[in-house]
Nanobody, 123 residues
Framework: VQLQASGGGLVQAGESLTLSCAAS????????IGWFRQAPGKEREFVAA????????FYSDSTKSRFIISRSSAQSPVSLRMNSLEPEDTAVYYC?????????????????WGQGTQVTVSS
């Protein structure tokens, strides 16, 4: 399985950005697809996750009021709409698949990872 993350870029504080995660060679029929981020010198941080069928969504406390994760079907890409971006959101964002629906915050439960896309928010 290959995951392709896209949509990163440079924006100003308060603006929005939408990331996309597409899977090739297979579709996920269990678990969750998640987004994580990692800023320089910091640990990888959970951002949001969605169940393989799109019915359940999960967010971190820092993103639940501003970010929206979605997918229209089990075959469609996973989108992460990021609103009201802050400089603290600056990081490389990674999508990952095959994660545990119970331990979705734990990056170690995910089996497949994309290459990452840079998001930079200027103040």
């Amino acid at each position: 399985v290959q995951l392709q993350a896209s949509g990163g870029g440079l924006v100003q504080a308060g603006e929005s950005l939408t990331l996309s995660c597409a899977a090739s060679r297979r579709t996920f029929s269990s678990g969750v697809i998640g987004w994580f981020r990692q800023a320089p010198g910091k640990e990888r941080e959970f951002v949001a996750a969605i169940s393989w069928n799109g019915r359940n969504t999960f967010y971190s406390d820092s993103t639940k009021s501003r970010f929206i994760i979605s997918r229209s079907s089990a075959q469609s890409p996973v989108s992460l709409r990021m609103n009201s971006l802050e400089p603290e959101d600056t990081a490389v964002y990674y999508c990952a698949g095959g994660g545990s629906q119970i331990r979705y915050k734990d990056y170690r439960t995910y089996n497949y990872w994309g290459q990452g896309t840079q998001v930079t928010v200027s103040s």
